[in-house]
């Protein structure tokens, strides 16, 4: 209760003499407050530990627990801070240190065993250099010796992180620490400053994009929704977040809950709304946690409720949680879902802006979009406007996924190209091995061979392109990848996705899978048609696609058939490999595949022999095995048994 | 079915946008969708029966049988799908002597293909209820079979 009241009076202290201090000028003993808040000042060593999902999935929970025991233990004295993710998830778990007066210094793949040592080290001010990840170099702090500056790295070094920025830096809990790093600062100065359409004016003028896929303008959307009348208009945040691969949303909640909180805020003020919901995927249970913690601490302090820094301004933010439904990301599905309702698409016009939730006028915006608000009330339109492009203004996140080196959360300009964020942030490829293929976009985003790398990342090469952004899922594969495989799962998610309302959608995809699945399939012999009809498969493919893309009603279904496009587009070689030669050339379909034995590494062991189910493989001790073509059904259990790799596949 | 009642007396407002939380509310206290829950359901909230069915069975995360003590979830986004998931799955269900696939439901632990889990910088992933894997080959199976084993003295 002591410790609540404290916190309490701390909370008063700083939006009294910090976020409504709009000079950016503070007293002495304010200054002291915000730089203990800040840890530009300490008076303990403080230990942070990466929980987000993906460091728990690491095993960050039992590494916290061993710092827990190491404090207990030595009876060291130490802050330990749990923090959301910095992004580099191939690193995960993630431990920092930082003593009085010294650097920050990141530690990588910290399992509870690595604990122990490494506490001993950094409390013995002496760190070998093992696991260290760098230190965060600045003017206040001493730096550590032979310790690398993270900014540096490569991972870091090409990255602009300005929604990043304090994600693993601040406790997602505190909203103390959000209020000492200029959080509610913007929607401070707009509800005491501007009138909505003044708002609106500064995101137009800021060039923002909505980040959810189509990049729509922000602005445009808000003015709409403002300029109608109506009662009750709703902002709909869109953190359903289903995309297979991409966890932009998860991170950025996670990390840092109250700015995703001021962005609706403002947003809801900009379109004259009282009313505001969050439609986060139950899946993300954690990022759910968080939101609620924040939100119950920010109508605590009054920054949502009646009458918000007596501005006459009223605001209500509800929680609701997506039962897993990928269409739900449809804005219309959407609306569906939070009014009790089957998520399915409905045709627009009415656009959301004209009847929307319950009927009434509402803007959907996406987590990414949001959180960019605040900063750039911050800081400025023009700030704003002068990252990234000219035609696409600020930073995007992608979550880089597959065969890179490096593999996480990463935010850059637009104007970056493919080659910078594989080669230069991803570290390259895995094991040496070649690039094949990126996918972007999602599941319904395109395939694009290494001849595409110079692509820039900007919304209007996209367009005339014909490519999608998407969300931000970056899929990385190398050599070993069969593309025809890669199709088949993205239609396969689509088609179990598809929310069964529009024929070509419905039946369409499912048929895609069916070809695509027959493809992949070694053919039986008994059925003379099958060889056609796998021929016909493929230009079947086409024409569906091209039928799907144009009579669907929804996103899902448009963007569908990207995949199978784009893979004909630049991978069509290895479709016909499939169909004609009945070969996978990277041994992925494991229907394709055929084995034989090399007879210069057998070395007659017999294992094969007995293991074959089939009785397929012939052959006498310490003499080289053969396989009966004809009776071989290609199960792969002799591959899978020999120890000489003695078997091939073809 | 106390419980259920509990959780339906909270939501005294009984509009239609209310059912995806009251159904996952009830999800989450007693595991599954019953009949019968459907039928309170639809009753408190004075909608067909047949209407709240519809809505639930759109939606992945409504499970209409009870859970299994130990749920084997195997990530299959796409990080965890060209990690090599597919195997993964094919190996549990070899070694725990699941037959066929589609029918695997048992009493004591299911395994299901699930969509991202959202660890996708770890990939492949795998969750046996609360406890993660990460980056699981197919040698390390057994082990996680073997952890089951153990706490079921099996």
């Known amino acids: ?650 | 079915m106390l419980e259920i009642e509990a959780i339906l007396q909270k939501y005294q407002n009984r509009d239609r946008e209310n059912l995806l939380p009251l159904l996952l509310e009830i999800q989450r206290e007693i595991g599954h969708l019953s009949q019968k829950v459907i039928l309170s359901v639809a009753a408190h909230l004075k909608i067909p029966s047949s209407k709240v069915y519809a809505v639930a069975s759109f939606y992945d995360q409504f499970r209409f049988q009870p859970k299994s003590k130990y749920r084997i979830l195997i990530c299959n986004g796409t990080g965890c799908h060209i990690e090599g998931a597919t195997q993964l799955l094919e190996e549990f269900n070899k070694q725990l002597g699941v037959e066929n696939p589609a029918d695997n439901r048992k009493e004591l632990f299911n395994i299901e293909m699930v969509q991202c889990l959202g660890a996708c910088g770890s990939a492949p992933v795998v969750k046996v209820n609360d406890v993660f894997y990460t980056n699981v080959n197919i040698d390390m199976i057994p082990e996680i079979i073997a952890a089951i084993k153990a706490k079921e003295e099996i």
Not at chain 1, 125 to 130: T, W
Not at chain 1, 157 to 185: F, M, N, T, V
Not at chain 1, 227 to 253: F, H, T, W
Not at chain 1, 457 to 483: A, H, K, P, T
């Open chain 1, 1 to 650: 209760m002591e410790q609540n009241n404290t916190s309490n009076s701390t909370t008063y202290f700083l939006i009294e003499n910090v976020l409504k201090n709009q000079t950016g000028e503070y007293q002495p003993e304010v200054q002291q407050q915000l730089n203990l808040l800040l840890r530009r000042h300490l008076t303990k060593p403080v230990i942070y530990i990466g929980t987000g999902t993906c460091g728990i999935a690491a095993g960050a929970n039992a590494t916290l627990e061993a710092a827990k025991q190491y404090l207990k233990k030595h009876q060291a004295d130490a802050d330990i801070v749990e923090v959301g993710c910095v992004g580099l998830c191939s690193a995960e778990p993630l431990l920092d240190f930082q003593a009085p007066g010294k650097t920050r210094v990141s530690f990588k793949k910290v399992t509870a065993d690595k604990v122990e040592a490494i506490l001993e080290e950094c409390f013995h001010n002496h760190i070998s250099g093992a696991d260290v990840l760098g230190q965060v170099v600045n003017d206040l702090h001493e730096p550590w010796e032979g310790v690398p500056n993270i900014q540096e790295i490569s991972f870091f070094k090409k990255q602009h992180r300005i929604l990043l920025y304090d994600c693993g830096e601040i406790s997602p809990s505190s909203l103390d620490e959000y209020i000492a790093r200029d959080g509610y600062k913007a929607f401070y100065k707009t509800l005491m400053n501007y009138p909505p359409g003044e708002v609106c004016n500064i995101i137009e003028t800021s060039g923002l994009r909505g980040r959810g896929g189509a990049g729509f303008p922000t602005a445009v959307k808000w003015n709409n929704v403002r300029l109608a009348a109506s009662d009750q208009k709703y902002v709909i945040c869109n953190a359903d977040e289903s995309d297979p691969g991409a966890y932009m949303d998860r991170a950025l909640v996670e990390g840092n809950p109250f700015r995703l909180i001021e962005g609706l805020s403002i947003a809801a003020y900009a379109i004259g709304s009282s009313k505001a919901y969050i439609y986060i995927r139950t899946e993300y249970q954690l990022a759910v946690q968080r939101l609620n913690a924040a939100l119950d601490l920010a109508k605590q302090y009054g920054f949502l409720g009646e009458n918000i820094f007596n501005s006459g301004f009223n605001l209500q933010i509800f929680l609701r949680e997506g039962p897993g439904a990928f269409v739900c990301g449809e804005e219309t599905a959407l609306i569906k879902s939070l009014e009790g309702r089957r998520g399915m698409p409905r045709t627009k016009p009415p656009y959301p802006h004209e009847k929307g939730l319950f009927g009434k006028p509402t803007v959907v915006n996406n987590v990414e979009t949001l959180t960019n608000i605040p900063l750039i009330l911050n800081k400025g339109p023009h700030w704003f406007k002068n990252k990234g492009t000219k035609t696409s203004s600020g930073t995007k996140l992608f979550a880089l996924t597959g065969d890179t080196v490096n593999t996480g959360l990463v935010e850059v300009p637009f104007g970056i190209t493919l080659q910078e964020i594989i080669y230069d942030i991803g570290g390259g490829i895995k094991n040496n091995r070649e690039l094949k293929a990126v996918q972007i976009g999602g599941p319904s985003g395109s395939l694009l061979p290494v001849q595409k790398l110079d692509l820039k990342i900007d919304y209007l090469v996209f367009e005339e392109l014909n490519l999608i952004m998407g969300s931000g899922g970056m899929v990385v594969m190398d050599d070993q990848r069969c593309i025809i495989d890669m199709v088949k799962y993205f239609i396969n998610f689509l088609q179990h996705e598809s929310c069964g309302k529009c024929i070509p959608c419905r039946e369409g995809i499912n048929r895609m899978y069916e070809i695509l699945k027959m493809i992949t399939t070694r053919p039986s012999a008994t059925d003379g048609h099958e060889g056609l009809s796998r021929f016909q498969g493929v230009m079947q493919l086409e024409n569906l696609a091209r039928v799907i893309k144009e009579t669907s009603l929804c996103g899902l279904g448009k963007t569908a058939p990207n995949p199978v496009l784009s893979a004909l587009e630049w991978f069509r070689e290895e479709f016909e490999e499939h169909v004609f030669e009945r070969k996978c050339r990277a041994h992925v379909c494991k229907n394709l595949r055929s084995f034989v034995i090399n007879p210069d590494r057998c070395t007659g062991c017999l294992v094969c022999l007995k293991k074959c189910p089939e009785n397929a493989i012939i052959g006498s001790a310490r003499k080289p095995h053969y396989i009966i073509r004809e009776k071989c059904t290609d199960c792969g259990i002799c591959y899978d048994v020999c120890r000489f790799s003695a078997i091939d596949i073809i």
